[in-house]
């Protein structure tokens, strides 16, 4: 796979992993030094943490959609000091940058998080999971382009390392968040988190996820997402990660030639944990056949 430059990190190909759908610590344990010998990715996106620890939603946490399913994990994580002592660790010795996700319910906590987690030598890249609510506002930060410029003015001061805001598919105007993103010093942006979706217990017609409403990923929001990375694309000049229900190389060529520098396997790296190789390889055919845009000299 022909290396790229993202944001001033050298990685040795495109394809990442979407935050919280593959766990490489537990990954490592199931298959040994042969997962670090063989790594999926070509740099890893951490699950998002919190500043203090969290629980999650109540199970049911999953539903199965046609092509794709609906997932109310809720964000359960150590928290900062747990991720710190124990995680990050493990995670600097995978083979590939780390890029760790945060989230916060204030422009203040997410201040905390990216200056904690920035100081470590071991994390290349931050990512903003802005897809919440901010408790000050009520207003889902990354929904609103002024809201969004606000949290990332505040934390640009926070880190040198570069910033990559993942950006929310429900919001009214993608392409507006991504450019108040970038005017307000964001080195990249990533796209689409999972859509909002709802499934109803076929016996009750009761919600049947604890969190009630939950989160839509897979190839059922390809089509979307694809529309989304390629009006985003066209908005700023920053690199754009794509994602949202890539499961082979052609899908990964398709977002490359939407305009992503890079993308990202979420859901289908439950169905297949060695989804990245396997589509990296496939990309890589493809760019020799199709005249995919060699992402080795993309301006990113
Ligand atoms: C089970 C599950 C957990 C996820 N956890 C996170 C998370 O912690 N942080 C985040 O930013 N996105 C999270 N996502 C969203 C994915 O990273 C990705 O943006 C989304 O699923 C779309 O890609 P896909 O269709 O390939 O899965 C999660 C998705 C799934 C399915």
Same mark, same amino acid.
């Given at each position: ?6 944001? #001033? ?5 495109? &394809?990442?992993?979407?935050? #919280? ?12 030094? *042969? ?66 996700? &945060? /989230? ?20 290349? /890249? ?8 901010? &408790? ?34 429900? *919001? ?25 979706? /709802? ?20 190839? *059922? ?15 700023? #000049?920053?690199?754009?990660?794509? /994602? ?35 589509? *990296? ?20």
């Amino acid at each position: 796979m022909t290396p790229l430059e993202l944001c #001033g990190i050298s990685l040795r190909g495109p &394809v990442l992993n979407g935050s #919280g759908t593959f766990d490489a610590r537990a990954a490592h344990r199931a298959f040994g030094d *042969a997962l670090l010998e063989r790594f999926p990715f070509d740099a890893f996106v951490s699950k998002t943490i919190t500043l203090e620890p969290r629980q999650g939603n109540p199970p049911p946490r999953l539903w199965e959609t046609p092509a794709g399913m609906i997932n109310s994990i809720g964000l359960p994580n150590k928290g900062l000091e747990g991720f710190l002592a124990s995680d990050l660790p493990e995670l600097a010795r995978l083979p590939v940058p780390l890029i760790v996700s &945060v /989230m916060g319910f204030s422009r203040e906590e997410l201040a905390q998080l990216v200056c904690a987690v920035g100081e470590h030598d071991e994390v290349s /890249m931050l990512e903003l999971n802005v897809s919440c609510p901010n &408790v000050e506002t009520g207003l889902i930060m990354g929904a609103d382009p002024a809201e969004t410029a606000l949290a990332v003015e505040r934390l640009r001061s926070e880190t040198a390392k570069p910033l990559v805001v993942k950006l929310t598919p429900n *919001a009214t105007d993608p392409g507006a968040v991504a450019a108040a993103a970038e005017a307000a010093g964001a080195d990249a942006v990533s796209l689409v988190n999972t859509l909002k979706g /709802m499934a109803l217990n076929p016996q009750t017609g009761e919600p049947w996820l604890g969190g009630r409403t939950g989160g839509v990923s897979g190839p *059922a929001i390809r089509a979307i997402a694809l529309e989304q990375v390629a009006t985003v694309a066209a908005r700023v #000049g920053i690199p754009v990660i794509g /994602m949202g229900g890539i499961a082979s190389g052609r899908d990964a060529a398709d977002f490359i030639a939407a305009g992503a520098s890079a993308v990202a396997i979420g859901t289908e790296n439950f169905r297949d944990p060695a989804a990245g190789r396997r589509i *990296a390889a496939e990309l890589a055919e493809l760019s020799l056949t199709r005249g995919t845009r060699d992402t080795s000299s993309m301006p990113v």
